[in-house]
T-cell receptor, first 109, second 119 residues
């Protein structure tokens, strides 16, 4: 059974700092996704990672995938308040996605 | 842009009622999904459908059923609502990159969610 673990589940940080969210999964998969959710809103797709060593960047966010370690990271560079949200990783399993519990990120001015 | 529309943002129903949640997507996606989201539990898949009239159980199908009579519409039905079904319900859709071969690389696109309260 595929399981997905994110850590940390909660992160409070200062603007301007760097930090990384980790997503571990238990069995092999050919695809991994990162999503963002703002309070009271739906989920927005951020990144799709499909191969070992894949790296994608959008603004201050960079996601990478190591399929051998079954690990993906979401790195935040020089955080700004607008990045405050809950971030989810999800791992593909046939038709489905198996979701992590989410990381609630609060960025303080 | 993909548009996934859920019929209600907020809904209040009574225990024992039959409840219908509707979801429509406008991108001709093959796959559609119903999740519920509860604090601390993340997203849990209730049912999904990969084609018209096809449905598959997810992780928590008990107490729910679904209907997909047309490609663009996927309905979630609470047969007899109970208080433990109070939750945020999210509908999503995705395309298969390789029709007929089951390729599923595309991300899921979500509706705005329905916050359902059962009293």
């Amino acid at each position: 059974e595929l399981k997905v673990e994110q850590n940390p589940l909660f992160l409070s940080m200062q603007e301007g700092k760097n930090y990384t969210i980790y997503c571990n999964y238990s069995t092999t998969s050919d695809r991994l996704y990162w999503y963002r959710q703002d309070p009271g809103k739906s989920l927005e797709s951020l990144f799709v990672l499909l191969s070992n060593g894949a790296v994608k960047q959008e603004g201050r966010l960079m996601a990478s995938l190591d399929t051998k370690a079954r690990l993906s990271t979401l790195h935040i560079t020089a955080a700004v308040h607008d990045l405050s949200a809950t971030y989810f990783c999800a791992v593909g399993s046939n038709y489905q996605l198996i979701w992590g519990a989410g990381t609630k990120l609060i960025i303080k001015p | 842009d993909v548009k996934v529309t859920q019929s209600s943002r907020y809904l209040v129903k009574r225990t024992g009622e039959k409840v219908f949640l509707e979801c429509v997507q406008d991108m001709d996606h093959e796959n559609m999904f119903w999740y519920r989201q509860d604090p601390g539990l993340g997203l849990r898949l209730i049912y999904f459908s990969y084609d018209v009239k096809m449905k598959e159980k997810g992780d928590i199908p008990e107490g729910y059923s679904v209907s997909r009579e047309k490609k663009e519409r996927f309905s979630l039905i609470l047969e007899s609502a109970s208080t433990n079904q109070t939750s945020m319900y999210l509908c999503a859709s995705s395309s298969s990159t390789s029709p007929g071969t089951g390729g599923h690389n595309q991300p899921q696109h979500f509706g705005d969610g329905t916050r359902l309260s059962i009293l």
